[in-house]
């Protein structure tokens, strides 16, 4: 029979530490290899472990073990110890050698972390192997501990996401024994999600075959992860009458469902059935989000029919199924990028119903307007997204200010200036210089000269030269005014 020689001594007045079990036979078993990792320093095996001796001298000896006192160590002390952190394991299996010491589903879970986290798989399922074997006292009577599903669950997880299905299975298997009743569905879908991102979908099919066998009913996570499969893998129908099975068993589809639906249709190139599967979300109650709208109005662009996904789109608004998030800047792209003169009402019909634009497709519509010739609607758009807090970028602003005093309305182009200014843009030298100069054209000295004052202030003018430059040109354009003036009163 072993002792638990990290009890208190029984002599308090002695000052000489406790003997510890030996540790080299732990560290040299062949059940619990010790890992080679490159992060800590290459020390020869016998004085890594004096010192880690040492090192569990120190800390344990001064208070009985128990999982508590245990897991302290191994979270405060041995995990950020630059040289000791990588024996946890080690220590773990130490202390279940110990008579009077258990381990409970605390240590049990730290260690799983532990051993997930550095990718220390091997040992991960030997742990698993030791819970089987050693069952989490915590739960008295016949029932086992509530902690253990999930444990699993975590550690069945980190298998999936390492695509070591086989120690998944294993796992799981383990699991079964120790727990009471039924895996949850949860269970099951990590599973079944791990082999279909591992590329084994007749496995993944057959996962799920098995959780019917075991009386587990699926759920809608079940589902799409199945539809999602059966889409990806060219077999959009067995998609479609799993679907069909799902609400014949009562599970409601959710947005994901028929985002997957959608996608699948457009895919198959049926572009009327998924219109159709859009319109079924609606009567089913079922919410639209931004990728359902991306995915619909993509998909018709891409078929070429532009003009029923801008119909398409404001039949959702004019609902008010439209979500507030849906940017709806490439259906600008294709419209602007066709030359189809038809954005600029669909902005404003979204609009109007409170589909506020991003700041990007405002954007692209302001440039397929110029491109247009509507120049117009180009600063209808430019003030409306002023006065709405939407701010341009700085060169699309310029480019509208040039348009602005290309056809002899500086003065609108400033007040543009003035009122962006207000909401955050920060007018830069092209902007001055446009408007200095379409002041210059217009024979508007007194305000150019405002301007150049302005330039001067904020840096924009870098010597007198430059200064004297821009107010001789204001000077020379009231002069051409006037000769202009009269030259056109001389030949009335």
């Not at 996962?207 to 799409?224: S, W």
């Not at 000269?449 to 354009?477: H, Q, T, W």
Request: charged residues 25%; glycine residues 6%; proline residues 6%.
């Amino acid at each position: 029979m072993k002792k638990n020689l990290l009890k208190p001594l029984q002599n308090p007045q002695s000052k000489s530490p406790q003997p510890l079990p030996p540790l080299s036979p732990l560290l040299d078993s062949p059940q619990t290899p010790t890992p080679s990792l490159s992060l800590f320093p290459t020390i020869p095996q016998p004085h890594h472990q004096n010192q880690l001796f040492s090192f569990l001298k120190t800390y344990l000896t001064h208070q009985p073990l128990t999982p508590k006192t245990l897991l302290h160590f191994l979270k405060i002390k041995l995990h950020h110890h630059p040289v000791f952190t990588h024996y946890d394991f080690q220590v773990f299996s130490w202390a279940s050698t110990i008579d009077s010491f258990h381990h409970d589903h605390s240590t049990y879970l730290w260690m799983a972390h532990s051993l997930a986290s550095s990718h220390r798989f091997s040992q991960l399922r030997s742990l698993l192997s030791f819970i089987a074997a050693n069952p989490c006292p915590c739960s008295p009577g016949i029932f086992s501990c509530p902690q253990m599903e999930p444990l699993f669950r975590f550690v069945i997880d980190s298998f999936c996401r390492a695509r070591k299905l086989n120690d998944a299975v294993f796992a799981f298997e383990t699991m079964k024994k120790l727990i009471d009743g039924r895996p949850s569905v949860v269970i099951y879908n990590v599973l079944i999600n791990g082999y279909l991102k591992n590329g084994d979908f007749d496995k993944a099919l057959g996962f799920y075959e098995r959780m019917e066998r075991d009386r587990v009913k699926p759920d809608v996570y079940t589902f799409n992860t199945l539809i999602n499969g059966y889409c990806r893998n060219g077999k959009f129908e067995s998609g479609l009458e799993l679907f069909r099975e799902m609400k014949e068993k009562g599970c409601s589809p959710n947005v994901v469902t028929f985002n997957t639906l959608i996608r699948g249709f457009f895919r198959e190139r049926k572009v009327d059935e998924a219109v159709k599967m859009a319109y079924e979300m609606i009567q089913l109650g079922c919410d639209f989000s931004s990728v359902t709208c991306e995915i619909l109005v993509n998909g018709l662009c891409k078929e070429g029919r532009l003009l029923e996904a801008c119909d398409l789109v404001i039949d959702f608004s004019r609902r008010m199924l439209l979500p507030k998030g849906f940017d709806y800047c490439d259906l600008m792209e294709e419209l602007c990028g066709k030359g189809n003169g038809r954005a600029f009402e669909v902005v404003n019909e979204l609009w109007i119903k409170g589909n506020v634009p991003s700041l990007i497709a405002c954007t692209t519509l302001i440039e397929g307007l110029r491109r247009l010739g509507r120049r117009e609607d180009a600063f209808r758009l430019m003030d409306k997204m002023l006065k709405d807090g939407i701010v341009p970028d700085i060169m699309t602003f310029n480019c509208l200010m040039q348009d602005l005093c290309d056809l002899g309305r500086t003065m609108d182009a400033n007040k543009f200036r003035l009122v962006a200014s207000s909401k955050g843009l920060e007018p830069d030298e092209v902007t001055y210089n446009i408007l200095i100069y379409g002041y210059t054209r217009e024979g508007r000295r007194k305000e150019g000269e405002i301007l150049v004052d302005e330039m001067l202030d904020k840096g924009f003018i870098p010597d007198i030269a430059r200064y004297n430059r821009l107010m001789d040109g204001l000077s020379n354009s009231k002069s051409l005014t006037l000769k202009k003036v009269s030259a056109c009163r001389r030949s009335a």
